[in-house]
């Protein structure tokens, strides 16, 4: 793994989320995008060199959905830039954690993504995103 790539949040609301974070961080959003898939609306800050990812359910069977409703809002995930998602899928599963899409899928901010499953990692959800070339 190369470095934090970003830090995930689920909110309530992206609109008044992005408000309270340009407030908090001193910077505005500078992207937001839907990822019709996983049904979830996303914005994007930068801190210096950090990335924070404000995610909010589009459909009520989302995982940011079932996220919210269990937890509430709050950190969701940490994701983790790799130079190969394939060959760190199979390196992570080798050593034994259970990956939950052994298949890497398009996510928003133009990455390949998989998760590893929060039970095997002390309770957090951790991404894996490669930049697509």
Avoid: W
């Avoid at 989320?17 to 910077?27: D, P, Q, R």
């Avoid at 994007?44 to 459909?59: H, S």
């Avoid at 830039?81 to 052994?102: P, S, W, Y």
Wanted: hydrophobic share 40%.
């Amino acid at each position: 793994m190369k470095k934090i790539e970003h830090i995930g949040i689920a909110v309530n609301s992206i609109e008044t989320s992005n408000i309270l974070f340009e407030k908090l961080l001193g910077t505005p959003c500078y992207k937001e995008e839907e990822v019709a898939s996983e049904g979830v609306k996303t914005s994007f800050f930068m801190t210096g060199p950090n990335k924070i990812e404000l995610l909010e359910a589009t459909k009520e069977d989302s995982p940011i959905a079932k996220f919210l409703a269990k937890k509430g809002e709050g950190i969701h995930h940490i994701a983790f830039e790799v130079q190969d998602i394939v060959a760190e899928i199979a390196r992570l599963k080798e050593e034994g954690f259970t990956i939950l899409n052994e298949i890497p899928k398009k996510g928003a901010d133009n990455k390949l993504v998989a998760f590893v499953h929060p039970k095997t990692t002390n309770g957090v959800l951790i991404e894996l995103c490669q930049e697509i070339v």
